[in-house]
């Protein structure tokens, strides 16, 4: 079927026209039509692993963009070998088209986004519909456990139970018993090492990334470039970074995002890396992950985590696994990569939120 409508790669003259697009999203305003704009540039035009390669494809009818996909490029480590890889991420479509052609107009970004891979492509964290779509478009689907750690349990008693004063006398009593087990387990016993605040990262990072390469099956390779134009420079950002370094150099770090919704503010761990044998190191970073989300006034933390070494880790800290609902890992292209039957053992990945759009895109 012929849709009526081209799929070109973005460039730089396409601004205004992809402005006029976000402001065709649902309950936009003008500054969230100017934040998105600004992430949108950050995203496709200052991502270190690009090497001048096209970050977004624009489906168009005629001079108006109706449409576009990201397609992020990064390195991956496989097996201690790097491998160029893309992930697809920020799919829109102009609400006018969504009927009819609107399948033929999304499938025609997928299929531009494939044919212009050279490697394997991943998709994460995606809506329902898109999972869909991306199923009948032949994607490999895997799933990524997800964990929560909850520090007052009240909001989510009270969207069940609706009366306040119910979910006081229930919530108040199970907020304290989960502050206290926390404090028998996290502050009573404390591993002994320090963690430090990271501002930017530098050298070290890089090697601490080259090392985690020999240690981790499968992991996007985080330079210091990259990790800092992920977390550091993001538009908006509300990332909290820190490390853990001993006389080996920097041997694990962890970021964490605060949300800031009035009802249920939840805080998320972005990212955490380490030997994920390295209990100490991992043990460190979430206890000052978890203390930092507790002082900014969160009512849980949430994580995702395929390495089962690391879950086991997480559990260890209070943190309940989501046994009905996981985090969605699309795979495609896997015809033009040699490494297809470690990536579709997702236990030899190291795995994080830090890997999808969603919190790229929050503003």
């Not at 690009?50 to 109706?66: H, N, Q, R």
Request: net charge positive.
């Amino acid at each position: 079927m012929k849709t009526g409508a081209h799929v070109r790669p973005l460039c730089a003259l396409d601004l205004p026209e992809v402005k006029q697009l976000f402001q065709t999203r649902e309950h936009f305003d003008d500054t969230s039509t100017q934040k998105r704009l600004e992430m949108f540039k950050w995203i496709a035009f200052e991502n270190p692993y690009s090497d001048g390669e096209p970050t977004y494809f624009l489906a168009c009818d005629g001079p108006k963009v109706i449409g576009h996909l990201g397609r992020m490029p990064v390195i991956f480590s496989i097996g201690g070998r790097k491998q160029k890889s893309y992930f697809f991420h920020d799919l829109y479509l102009h609400p006018d088209y969504r009927k009819g052609r609107g399948f033929f107009i999304v499938r025609a970004l997928y299929q531009a986004a494939e044919r212009n891979s050279d490697s394997f492509c991943c998709m994460m964290w995606t809506t329902d519909l898109n999972l869909e779509f991306q199923k009948r478009m032949g994607y490999t689907y895997r799933q990524c456990p997800r964990y929560y750690k909850f520090f007052d349990p009240r909001p989510k008693i009270l969207r069940r139970l609706t009366s306040r004063a119910l979910t006081n006398c229930i919530g108040v009593p199970l907020r304290g018993c989960l502050r206290a087990v926390d404090y028998f387990l996290l502050e009573c016993f404390p591993p002994n090492g320090q963690v430090c605040p990271i501002n930017r990262f530098d050298q070290r990072f890089d090697e601490f990334a080259a090392r985690m390469s020999s240690e981790l099956a499968v992991c996007v390779f985080k330079s210091s470039s990259y990790l800092n134009w992920r977390y550091m420079d993001k538009p908006f950002s509300r990332m909290k970074a820190i490390a853990v370094e001993d006389p080996r150099g920097i041997v694990g770090f962890a970021v964490v995002n605060l949300g800031t919704a009035h009802d249920y503010r939840q805080g998320t761990l972005v990212d955490i890396m380490a030997a994920p044998d390295d209990d100490h190191t991992v043990s460190l970073l979430l206890r000052e992950s978890i203390s930092i989300c507790r002082a900014s006034g969160m009512h849980s933390v949430r994580c995702c985590m395929s390495d089962p070494r690391m879950s086991k880790t997480l559990r260890q800290h209070l943190f309940f696994r989501d046994f009905y609902k996981a985090e969605p890992l699309m795979l495609a292209n896997l015809n033009k990569t040699n490494e297809a039957d470690t990536l579709l053992d997702l236990n030899r990945w190291h795995l994080t939120y830090g890997a999808s759009d969603e919190l790229m895109l929050d503003s």
